[in-house]
Every structure is written in C-alpha cells, then in structure tokens.
C-alpha cells in the first residue's frame, strides 16, 4: 500500500511540475550608452528619409577600444555567473553586416524604393534581445590609483523604455579598468537584476507593450468607416480583433478616424502554442501577420511592415 501511495505522489509531483509555466529569464545584450559613444567619438550619421540622424557606431568602438571588450566581457561574465542569458555584440554586429549587404539588393516590388532603417533598429532585430543593458564609465587618475564611475540602464528593445538602474563609484585602485569595474558593479548587480526580472515577470504574466498603426492606402476606394464588413464599420472589426490578440484585451486606441487608427500601449503575448503544440515567441510582426489574416476573412488585402521591434503598421487596401 505504502508503495502504491509513494507511486501516487511522484506521478502527482511530476504532472504538477510539468503543469507550471516555464520559468524564463529575459535576454540581454550590453551595449556602449549613446553617451559613451558620443563622449568618445563613437557616433555616425545616416539619413532617415530626409532627415540626419546620429546614432553609437559600435563598430568603430568595438574595433578601436579594446578596453571596451574588455569591460562588456567583465559584466558579461558577471551576469553570467547570475543565470541571465547573454546575446554578444560583436558576434551581433557580423551577422547585422551580412544582413546588410541582402538589404542593399532588396527594393519595394510597387514602388522600387529601398529599405529605411536606423543601424541601431537593424542592431535590436538581429539581436533578439529583450533587454539592452547599456554602460556609461568613466576613469578617474589621481597619482597611482583610478577610480571609476559608471551608470548601467536596462532598457525594454521593443519600447526603449529605461525598467531597471544603476549607478555607483568604486574606490580607488591600481588594477585596470575591467577590475575597477567588476568592484565597482558587483555591490549593484543583484539588485539591478532583481528589478529586471520584476519587469520581465510583468511582460511574461502581462505581455510586451507594442504599438501597432492602422493607414488606409488613398487609392483604396474605402476606408475604416465603410460597414460593408458584416453589421460593423472596418475600424470597429479591427478593433475587436486587436482584443482577441491582446493578453487581457489591454490596449489604448488613442486615435481613431476615417483614414487610421493608432494602438498604443497593446500587451501581446510573450509566447504562443502553435498548431504542433510547440512554445513559440510572439512579436509585433506575428502581431501584423495575424491582423492581416483577420482582414482576408473578410476581403480586405493588406501591407504590414514592422518598424524596429516594437512597431506594426499596417496598409489597408491592398500590398
């Protein structure tokens, strides 16, 4: 009897721990902050439609400072140590350049024009992370000692909002700058890491905040207010289908007329189950290929495009 019991209790033990959600922890990538970058003349300029735009060459920092390398592989190490998975920028950057070169040969097939893209929204797609862990430092000489200042933000990819801090000055030393570091961070890191997974656990319960745009094309002939689409106008149908793709419909429709819509703050989910029952990550641009879907149940083709991680425009009418 006692072994049937025991038999009873493990096969219960067992379901239960297959039955709770998988624990996960978000993925970071550390990267120079803009300052840093502009403080030691890391920065290049590009053209966003018309518009110049600067923005950190990694690079150039990554190839020209070798102290850099050394202090992103000091805290790399450090995070390691603490469980987080790490995405590496220099291994980023060399896919970010094969990439590049297929962009180069890739135009519009309406239009003909070519792929607009900021090098750091280019960076955060290749990457894949869900946290941009960005250092500041700063080294102070005084006789035969250095100290250091640093600043580490951990910044959300998709919003580029800042969810966790920390900012610290270690004591004076003669060891070199990646040890100054490591002294300088470690009385911090626990809680820096404390608040980033606070704020991950948030998003796997909550889902990730995205925005998502809805344009109608000017050449259409309709747009969101026509109520050809079953007893409803276009908008209203999208704006229920944007409730069956949110997690807990959380979203803010903060504009809505004739011609578009814009979806703020939406909480999509993290993960989904596919059709085989595998465990599958969720984006903005799942999220655009999903609306399209619910649009074509209905006659209405679409174009969507995501901008960086956390944007999805869609174009209504036709591709």
């Excluded at 219960?12 to 403080?39: E, G, H, R």
């Excluded at 607009?116 to 005084?142: C, E, F, G």
Aim: with cysteine.
């Amino acid at each position: 009897m006692k072994k049937i019991t025991l038999a009873i209790f493990i096969a219960l033990f067992t379901f239960a721990s297959f039955a709770q959600p998988k624990a996960k922890k978000p993925t970071i990538m550390i990267v120079p902050s803009d300052v840093w970058c502009n403080q030691n003349g890391f920065m290049q300029e590009f053209n966003n439609q018309g518009t110049v735009v600067k923005v950190p060459d990694y690079k150039k920092a990554m190839q020209s400072d070798p102290t850099l390398i050394q202090v992103i592989a000091q805290i790399n190490g450090m995070m390691a140590e603490r469980g987080f998975p790490l995405k590496n920028l220099e291994s980023a950057l060399k896919t970010l350049e094969a990439e590049a070169a297929d962009d180069n040969m890739r135009s519009s097939s309406t239009t003909g024009g070519g792929v607009s893209s900021s090098p750091t929204d280019k960076l955060k797609q290749v990457a894949k992370a869900d946290i941009w862990m960005q250092i500041t430092y700063n080294v102070n000489k005084k006789g035969p000692k250095s100290s250091i200042q640093f600043t580490l933000q951990g910044l959300d990819a998709y919003t580029d909002k800042q969810v966790a801090t920390a900012t610290g000055n270690g004591e004076p030393s003669s060891g070199s700058t990646p040890e100054l570091m490591q002294e300088a961070v470690l009385a911090h890191l626990d809680n820096f890491n404390s608040t980033l997974m606070t704020y991950f656990e948030d998003m796997f319960v909550n889902g990730r905040e995205v925005v998502c745009r809805i344009k109608v094309w000017d050449d259409w002939g309709e747009n969101l207010e026509t109520e050809e689409y079953g007893d409803d106008e276009l908008g209203i149908l999208i704006e229920g289908w944007m409730s069956e793709l949110t997690v807990n419909e959380v979203f803010n429709l903060t504009t809505s007329t004739e011609n578009q819509m814009f979806f703020e703050q939406v909480r999509i989910p993290m993960w989904v189950i596919d059709a085989k029952g595998k465990e599958k990550a969720y984006d903005v641009r799942a999220l655009g290929k999903d609306l399209r879907k619910k649009l074509k149940t209905v006659g209405v083709e679409a174009k969507a495009e995501n901008d960086g991680l956390g944007k999805v425009t869609l174009w209504i009418g036709h591709k």
